[in-house]
Nanobody, 125 residues
Framework: VQLQASGGGLVEPGGSLRLSCAAS????????MAWFRQAPGKEREAVAF???????NTADSVKGRFTISRDNAKAMVYLQMNNLKPEDTNIYFC????????????????????WGQGTQVTVSS
């Protein structure tokens, strides 16, 4: 299983970024996927979850600003981040969700079994 996140960078408050994640090594269309963020020494915080069929859920801290989507044909998952705030500064990771995870548990990082290298997002003026 390989998950490669990209698209991070430096953006001013109020700006937007689109993160991408290329997945390989497993049957992508059969798995739910998620994005989480984690600073060194801090706990993981799930931000968005998407079922294999397309249903989504986002954390309250980013609701209305972040949107998760996927392209099963390309084995890609995306995170569109709008109206970014300084507190969104973090390292962002895409993750594969364990089989059998119910929808209400999709934002629980302990339900993630693989993730790759993250991509740094910095929101600052």
């Amino acid at each position: 299983v390989q998950l490669q996140a990209s698209g991070g960078g430096l953006v001013e408050p109020g700006g937007s970024l689109r993160l991408s994640c290329a997945a390989s090594g497993f049957t992508f269309r059969q798995y739910d996927m998620a994005w989480f963020r984690q600073a060194p020494g801090k706990e993981r915080e799930a931000v968005a979850f998407i079922k294999y069929s397309g249903g989504t859920n986002t954390a309250d801290s980013v609701k209305g600003r972040f949107t998760i989507s996927r392209d099963n044909a390309k084995a890609m998952v995306y995170l569109q981040m709008n109206n970014l705030k300084p507190e969104d500064t973090n390292i962002y990771f895409c993750a594969r969700v364990m089989r059998g995870t119910i929808f209400s548990s999709g934002l629980r990082p302990e339900r993630y079994d693989y993730w790759g290298q993250g991509t740094q997002v910095t929101v600052s003026s």
